[in-house]
């Protein structure tokens, strides 16, 4: 059983517990409240952290034997961003793993088999990455999923296993949409917040200060300061004697069905 389904029920038998006791001795509304206000703390954090596994199982890290980390680029294909992100890895031989949103994939079908020529995998981030894409239904998303799965299907003609949630948000309806997919959910251990920090140093500062061995990191590759601050974090990461992975090899697991 998932472990948000498991805090539910033992919020409810907090809360029968404490009605029947009520009946007996007064029992002050505030433990209800608290009881509430705490499930829904909880199940909150877990949405927001994916570490917490509440919802679905996501990889999130590495074997951390040695330094090795792994590279991956969320939201494109993007017409001017991706060709730079692939001729840095190219020159730096890495391979890497691209979460492309489906209906980017649809209008630049050739970025995605230039992508897949070129070595690296390839994972579904939904068809929309709609800013609301966490209060869709379940079957909305689903669709949103089965539709990204039929456009890299097409272009690719292998199934990819892997997904990564829009915003990195995993919730009950996207647990139940994901039960139906035969996915392996990545999320990341670093992130590197390219999609808010715009300042190349601090970018790099940020990469260089926190990175460690089993680490997943987050990139966009849509972001023009990203492509820069790449080539400098490879290099320093090389120089520091980390190894790159692709993220299937690194997490054991197989990419395309
Ligand atoms: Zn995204």
């Known amino acids: 059983m998932l472990k948000y389904k498991k805090i539910i029920i033992a919020s409810l038998l907090l809360l029968i517990s404490i009605l029947i006791l009520d009946y007996f001795i007064r029992i002050s509304l505030w433990w209800y409240a608290g009881i509430i206000l705490a499930t829904a703390g909880l199940l909150a954090y877990g949405s927001i952290d994916f570490r917490s ?48 949103v489906g209906h980017k ?38 669709a949103e999923l089965q539709k990204t799965d039929d456009i890299l299907g097409k272009i690719l003609n292998k199934k990819t296993k892997l997904f990564r949630p829009p915003y990195g948000i995993t919730n009950p309806p996207l647990s139940g949409a994901l039960k139906k997919m035969n996915y392996y959910i990545i999320g990341w251990g670093l992130r590197s917040k390219d999609t808010v920090i715009k300042n190349e140093e601090l970018l790099y500062q940020r990469l260089t200060g926190r990175v460690k061995p089993g680490d997943i ?23 520091k004697g980390y190894h790159f992975e692709c993220p299937d090899k690194f997490l054991g697991i197989e990419a395309y069905e």
């Open 217 to 239: 990191i987050l990139f966009h590759d849509t972001k023009n300061h990203t492509v820069a601050v790449l080539d400098k974090f490879i290099k320093f990461a090389k120089g």
């Open 105 to 142: 994939a649809e209008e630049n079908p050739d970025l995605i088999k230039k992508i897949d020529e070129e070595g690296h995998i390839i994972g579904s981030h939904s068809y929309s990455h709609h800013f609301f894409f966490d209060l869709f239904s379940s079957g909305k998303m689903f």
């Open 53 to 100: 596994g509440f919802y679905c199982k996501v990889l999130y890290k590495g074997k951390m034997d040695n330094k090795t980390i792994a590279l991956t680029f969320d939201d494109g294909p993007d017409k001017s961003i991706t060709p730079a992100v692939l001729d840095v890895l190219k020159a730096q031989n890495i391979r890497a793993a691209f979460f492309c």
